[in-house]
DNA sequence: ACTTGGCACTCGGGAACACAGAGTGCCAAG
DNA sequence: CTTGGCACTCTGTGTTCCCGAGTGCCAAGT
């Protein structure tokens, strides 16, 4: 059905179009790349591949494009993810290396990512449900007022003013303290629910009421919010781009999270990389428009996702490399910190 | 010099041309506008007008458009701004009510800014210099690594993890946090590094080698990074204002957080609107856009700045009013938190 | 001294048109 | 199944042309 020639032809067709943003014809792939064949015959498998639904003709008369369908092929089964080159892995270790906190590797790698790819980048904040919880404080601000900060073991530190039913004297708070912290160190956020459920039993009656608060704000904090924390970088590349073709519509879309979080997708197998092209991707406003994305962690498990934006015409092995290459690095150095 | 009528003309020129985005000839404004004089009349005021730099004219047989002298004009002597409804008032106030720490009321102000004025809305957290300590956290992660947390009393959380010279038991940390917190607590951050520097001496001596390295991490995270945390929404409308020009250099400015402090600018007086005409902004990626800028904080000290972005063609009254509203309920948020 | 109507002039932008070039589909021969 | 030949079909581009908006200037009016 689908002869080896006829592959080759769409692979070229692909790589062409890719890099020229013209309709790609006969006669210019047979000069192009060496097929060995002549355009006559390369117009009939083109006529075979665009029955079939790989590539499409703007107008009669007008040379080829490639589909979402065609694009999936060719990355599927037609290109190979393009590997780094030493130097430039040694240039993004460098890169990530300088950060000092979360706030940063996120920023510096979002910023890298979109700086390699010439496109726009998008990263996840480790995700909570996934982390442990690595300490939790409480800080008096007023009588009947404290800050609640939890920090995790992905480095993510998140808080909550917290306003009390009634005051509670200073050392009260400092046990609560002290219990929570042994009793929650290193455990999962996902569970987390479960094994406080009981803590309010252990503690004086007279504090119940401030517990309370204070344990569902925690909670709330866990599940409700912050999940999903997402930032992107390189949307300066959107325009350069020439496709004005709903710029209006990519960037609306990049402001939403939820958006943005469907984007990213799920995966469980770590070293994956998830490719959206055009239609595929669950966002009416992103027709145009391809995500290539990963999962990165540290060890084995998956922590967060990251990925890229950019026209379904992009150049998807070098982008992949990319993405992967970018997705393990910042693996490592969030295990090292 | 410039006439009252004159005056008159060049408002006129000023508003049409901002509500159509057109150039606006003689003839259009002596209709729209009833300025009681003949065509010809106008045309001889325009071409003073013309002659003085306020406006311009694209070709011979074009009509005018307002220079960013022009505009200047317009915003200091011939316009008011625009205040706000009562119910929009309650609109805002019960938009941004929500929030439950800072980085949400950050995040909503943003958004509700953007939205206000469909410009791009960038908004500054509040500056460290002038926030006071609240609480200093030290905790404990591996034997030599100490996650620092620092906490303002306007709502920031700051953290850096801190890799100490030599091992230190948890109670010389839990010490130290006590002291520091004693020392710290309602200091003015921007004298921290004096009381900081002379806090060495009343430790043990073993701890030393720590404690340096934990104190001038503290003071890196003040002066250095943090400083200038902001955040942008809203570049959806920047690509429906028709204005392609130099969408792409836009974007970049965007993500150039230094680029954005120096846009947004500094003034002392806190409830001053600034307004930085094309040119008059300090950077040349600019020149086709507008910044309108005031400060917010609580009480009277200025903490921070917001502002909106937006083609030099924007209706100036209705965005000052929107920015300085903003800029109020925030400041009232804010002190109530 | 300013305002106003008249008038000739300029120029940008859209419509109409022609045309070259790229690309196609089909066919008949190899 | 491949290939060269050929007629055909478009789009995009360049050219020309013309309309109309808008101007500047001038002379007459107040």
């Given at each position: 059905?689908?002869?080896?020639?006829?592959?080759?032809?769409?692979?070229?067709?692909?790589?062409?179009?890719?890099?020229?943003?013209?309709?790609?014809?006969?006669?210019?792939?047979?000069?192009r790349?060496?097929?060995?064949?002549?355009?006559a015959?390369?117009?009939?498998?083109?006529?075979?591949?665009?029955?079939?639904?790989?590539?499409?003709?703007?107008?009669?008369?007008?040379?080829?494009?490639?589909?979402?369908?065609?694009?999936?092929?060719?990355?599927?089964?037609?290109?190979?993810?393009?590997p780094?080159?030493?130097?430039?892995?040694?240039?993004?270790?460098?890169?990530?290396?300088?950060?000092?906190?979360?706030?940063?590797?996120?920023?510096?790698t979002?910023?890298?990512?979109?700086?390699?790819?010439?496109?726009?980048?998008?990263?996840?904040?480790?995700?909570?449900?996934?982390?442990?919880?690595?300490?939790?404080?409480?800080?008096?601000?007023?009588?009947?007022?404290?800050?609640?900060?939890l920090?995790?073991?992905?480095?993510?530190?998140?808080?909550?003013?917290?306003?009390?039913?009634?005051?509670?004297?200073?050392?009260?708070?400092?046990?609560?303290?002290?219990?929570?912290?042994?009793?929650?160190?290193?455990?999962?956020?996902?569970?987390?629910?479960?094994?406080?459920?009981?803590?309010?039993?252990?503690?004086?009656?007279?504090?119940?009421?401030?517990?309370?608060?204070?344990?569902?704000?925690?909670?709330?904090?866990?599940?409700?919010?912050?999940?999903?924390?997402?930032?992107?970088?390189?949307?300066?590349?959107?325009?350069?781009?020439?496709?004005?073709?709903?710029?209006?519509?990519?960037?609306?879309?990049?402001?939403?999270?939820?958006?943005?979080?469907?984007?990213l997708?799920?995966?469980?197998?770590?070293?994956e990389?998830?490719?959206?092209?055009?239609?595929?991707?669950?966002?009416?406003?992103?027709?145009?428009?391809?995500i290539?994305?990963?999962?990165?962690?540290?060890?084995?498990?998956?922590?967060?996702?990251?990925?890229?934006?950019?026209?379904?015409?992009?150049?998807?092995?070098?982008?992949?490399?990319?993405?992967?290459?970018?997705?393990?690095y910042?693996?490592?150095?969030?295990?090292?910190?």
């Open positions: 059905m689908l002869d080896e020639r006829k592959l080759a032809v769409l692979r070229a067709i692909v790589e062409d179009y890719v890099s020229t943003n013209e309709p790609v014809g006969s006669k210019a792939l047979a000069d790349h060496n097929l060995k064949v002549s355009p015959t390369i117009r009939n498998d083109m006529r075979d591949l665009e029955e079939q639904g790989y590539i499409h003709q703007p107008h009669t008369s007008a040379g080829r494009v490639p589909t979402d369908k065609g694009y999936r092929l060719f990355v599927d089964r037609l290109s190979q993810v393009k780094f080159t030493a130097a430039e892995r040694r240039a993004i270790e460098t890169f990530l290396a300088g950060a000092v906190d979360l706030d940063e590797i996120v920023m510096r979002v910023r890298l990512l979109a700086q390699l790819t010439r496109q726009v980048a998008v990263v996840q904040y480790p995700s909570l449900t996934k982390s442990a919880v690595r300490h939790v404080e409480l800080v008096p601000l007023a009588e009947r007022r404290v800050m609640l900060v920090i995790t073991n992905t480095g993510r530190v998140e808080q909550r003013v917290v306003d009390l039913p009634d005051a509670v004297p200073d050392d009260s708070i400092a046990h609560l303290r002290a219990v929570l912290n042994a009793t929650l160190d290193g455990c999962a956020l996902a569970s987390v629910p479960e094994v406080v459920a009981e803590l309010p039993t252990r503690l004086p009656t007279a504090d119940r009421p401030a517990v309370a608060t204070i344990l569902s704000v925690l909670l709330e904090t866990l599940v409700e919010r912050h999940e999903e924390k997402i930032v992107f970088a390189g949307t300066a590349n959107l325009a350069a781009a020439d496709f004005s073709l709903g710029l209006r519509d990519v960037l609306e879309a990049l402001e939403e999270q939820v958006v943005l979080m469907r984007l997708g799920e995966t469980d197998d770590l070293s990389l998830t490719v959206r092209i055009g239609s595929e991707n669950p966002y009416s406003g992103l027709r145009g428009t391809s290539v994305a990963a999962g990165y962690g540290s060890g084995d498990k998956e922590l967060a996702r990251l990925g890229v934006l950019g026209p379904t015409r992009m150049d998807y092995p070098v982008t992949m490399g990319a993405v992967r290459a970018v997705a393990r910042v693996g490592q150095i969030l295990a090292g910190s």
